[in-house]
């Protein structure tokens, strides 16, 4: 497809010409009843930019997908001016779609128009398959099928019905709507229409009822299922940098954040001294002298993302680290199957590590204990449905744990359970932030408002995405704002149009506040983990508040949040 897509980019302008003679309702009068309102649309071959023009005119927030540089280029001078902040561009192609991927986003609508006879034979069922992967429940594919040959060296194949709905059926989607062929809405004579709405009616996967049964009715003699099953929530909702490989309907996250997390859930419940298992004299496997041990100081918030190590603290993490995935390996992963032993959910494919004198908590680091797969199905699970499984888990957890003796005996609250599970210590949200804010204005600098502008006098700390939503402390997230701003924004999420306005704000205060080589480490690794397609070694302010827009949209999505 790499031949056609160099067609396109090299006749750009011609191309452009072409799309934007007809309209939008000339084009897709075929599946009218099906036109999207307010909704999440995936624009993918986008082109010139007409039709994401048309879709985010009527509401819609448009992610537009157009391989070819120039084309896209064009499309984004089409949107830019009017409707920015409603669509966003990305450089993607079938059938990798990676960039895509890594938004982390299910859609209400896919429109793939004009482009499936590009598509080789060999290549349509993954194609299929990862743009069905892309479907909220209830979303509808829009599919067009071209009849005709191409009179310039564009590479096309044959085009049938029977084939989408094989594919359909095979990927679980249902056939809504099917039109009549239609002559060419530009006039060639040799060229006909054919458009398929498809729906996703369910995730189809039956991944929500499985992790159900896991948390309420699998057998468990300590904690450690539904440890493992909160991590990879957590890491699903919160880190899209994280996956490391996709293919074959399977997922592949970093080993080492597994890991990263585990420590962090388990190590308020260690230190308070709440046992984890049902036999009252067995330790726990990951909690060993010379590695969990000679970190005992350490609290749960200082295992953190873009921290540094050395020497003996740094030997002691990397054998926490090795000893804690030899417990998840011999547990969770083994004992969490599904019809018989060998039918496991889970896979972990280690790395040997040779031990380094000071460690660098990055992205390379957590990558280099090996991987941690589970399906796609199960990781969309995790990522959609998580807001509703993370409560579920947290109650059945406290549940085991009093079931246990020496929990019982010491009548621990209720309070005090919920306490020690908290994933984040609220004290210290915003402290490096403020001190930073504070540091600055000691100096003579003027510090000034992200969302106005205006020099601050007295200034609250934002959580740009709202921390009640997201539990994120990233330091791209921690914006400085006038306490009145902080009040009137509360628990919402920027609109996008906000953001666009306010954009050289925050680079303004990401540049003035985050300017040593430590503290910029910190921001793009936090930010290469939190953020979508943040490029390795990213040193690039832009590259991340681009990214940052992106997951709004689909946190907007997923939880549902209300816009300010």
Same mark, same amino acid.
């Given at each position: 497809m790499s031949k056609t897509i160099d067609i396109y980019h090299q006749q750009a302008e011609l191309f452009a010409a072409q799309y934007d003679a007809l309209s939008f309702e000339q084009v897709h009068q075929s599946w009218q009843p099906y036109w999207p309102k307010e909704q999440l649309v995936l624009d993918i071959g986008a082109g010139s930019g007409r039709d994401a023009f048309w879709l985010a005119a009527q509401g819609n927030q448009v992610i537009a997908v157009e391989p070819a540089e120039d084309l896209r280029r064009l499309g984004q001078l089409k949107t830019r001016a009017a409707l920015a902040p409603k669509v966003q561009w990305l450089s993607d192609s079938l059938p990798e779609l990676k960039a895509t991927y890594q938004l982390n986003l299910r859609f209400n609508t896919i429109l793939l128009s004009a482009v499936w006879m590009h598509i080789s034979p060999s290549e349509r069922q993954r194609t299929f398959r990862k743009i069905a992967n892309l479907l909220a429940p209830g979303g509808h594919f829009i599919l067009s099928l071209r009849y005709g040959d191409f009179s310039?060296?564009?590479?096309?194949?044959?085009?049938?019905?029977?084939?989408?709905?094989?594919?359909?059926?095979? %990927?679980?989607?249902?056939?809504?709507?099917?039109?009549?062929?239609?002559?060419?809405?530009?006039?060639?004579?040799?060229?006909?229409? /054919?458009?398929?709405?498809? $729906?996703?009616?369910?995730?189809?996967?039956?991944?929500?009822?499985?992790?159900?049964?896991?948390?309420?009715?699998?057998?468990? @003699? @300590?904690?450690?299922?539904?440890? +493992? +099953?909160?991590?990879?929530?957590?890491? =699903?909702?919160?880190?899209?940098?994280?996956?490391?490989?996709?293919?074959?309907?399977?997922?592949?996250?970093?080993?080492?954040?597994?890991?990263?997390?585990?420590?962090?859930?388990?190590?308020? &419940?260690?230190?308070?001294? $709440?046992?984890?298992?049902?036999?009252?004299?067995?330790?726990?496997?990951?909690?060993?002298?010379?590695?969990?041990?000679?970190?005992?100081? &350490?609290?749960?918030?200082?295992?953190?993302?873009?921290?540094?190590?050395?020497? !003996? !603290?740094?030997?002691?993490? *990397?054998?926490?680290? =090795?000893?804690?995935?030899?417990?998840?390996?011999?547990?969770?992963?083994?004992?969490?199957? *599904?019809?018989?032993?060998?039918?496991?959910? %889970?896979? $972990?494919?280690?790395?040997?590590?040779?031990?380094?004198?000071?460690?660098? #908590?990055?992205?390379? %680091?957590?990558?280099?204990?090996?991987?941690?797969?589970? @399906?796609?199905?199960?990781?969309?699970?995790?990522?959609?449905?998580?807001?509703?499984? !993370?409560?579920?888990?947290?109650?059945?957890? #406290?549940?085991? $744990? /009093?079931?246990?003796?020496?929990?019982?005996?010491? /009548?621990?609250? +209720?309070?005090?359970?919920?306490?020690?599970?908290?994933?984040?210590?609220?004290?210290?949200?915003?402290?490096?932030?403020? *001190?930073?804010?504070?540091? &600055?204005?000691?100096?003579?600098?003027?510090?000034?408002?992200?969302? @106005?502008?205006?020099p601050l006098y007295s200034f609250d700390i934002d959580h740009c995405v709202p921390f009640s939503y997201w539990p994120n402390n990233d330091l791209w997230n921690l914006l400085p704002a006038s306490q009145a701003e902080n009040r009137k924004k509360r628990d919402r999420l920027p609109s996008q149009s906000r953001m666009q306005h306010c954009a050289n704000h925050i680079q303004d205060w990401w540049r003035q506040a985050w300017q040593t080589d430590a503290e910029q480490q910190r921001f793009f690794i936090e930010a290469g983990l939190s953020l979508p397609n943040i490029s390795p070694g990213c040193r690039d302010f832009a590259e991340v508040l681009h990214a940052m827009q992106l997951q709004m949209v689909g946190i907007k999505q997923r939880l549902q949040v209300a816009e300010w």
């Open positions: 310039d060296h564009r590479v096309a194949y044959p085009v049938s019905v029977d084939e989408i709905n094989e594919l359909a059926s095979k %990927f679980g989607l249902v056939l809504k709507h099917l039109s009549a062929r239609t002559a060419d809405a530009g006039g060639r004579v040799d060229v006909a229409w /054919q458009t398929l709405v498809l $729906m996703l009616p369910d995730d189809g996967s039956g991944s929500l009822s499985k992790v159900r049964h896991i948390v309420v009715n699998d057998n468990k @003699s @300590s904690t450690y299922k539904l440890a +493992l +099953l909160r991590t990879l929530v957590r890491i =699903a909702e919160a880190h899209p940098g994280a996956v490391i490989d996709r293919q074959d309907g399977q997922v592949g996250i970093a080993l080492g954040l597994v890991a990263l997390y585990w420590i962090r859930l388990f190590k308020r &419940l260690v230190d308070s001294d $709440m046992q984890q298992n049902a036999d009252p004299a067995k330790g726990l496997g990951f909690v060993k002298p010379d590695g969990w041990g000679k970190l005992a100081k &350490l609290t749960a918030d200082d295992f953190a993302i873009g921290n540094f190590y050395t020497g !003996e !603290e740094a030997l002691a993490l *990397q054998q926490l680290f =090795a000893d804690t995935l030899s417990t998840i390996k011999a547990g969770p992963v083994t004992y969490i199957w *599904q019809g018989d032993k060998s039918n496991t959910l %889970f896979r $972990m494919e280690r790395h040997k590590v040779a031990k380094r004198s000071h460690v660098l #908590i990055d992205r390379d %680091f957590l990558a280099s204990f090996g991987c941690f797969v589970l @399906s796609e199905d199960l990781w969309n699970c995790f990522r959609q449905y998580g807001c509703w499984i !993370e409560p579920l888990l947290v109650q059945q957890w #406290i549940a085991e $744990m /009093q079931k246990y003796q020496r929990n019982a005996e010491r /009548q621990i609250s +209720l309070e005090s359970y919920h306490n020690q599970l908290r994933w984040l210590d609220q004290q210290h949200d915003t402290r490096l932030v403020r *001190q930073k804010v504070a540091g &600055l204005r000691s100096s003579g600098a003027q510090v000034c408002s992200v969302w @106005s502008g205006a």
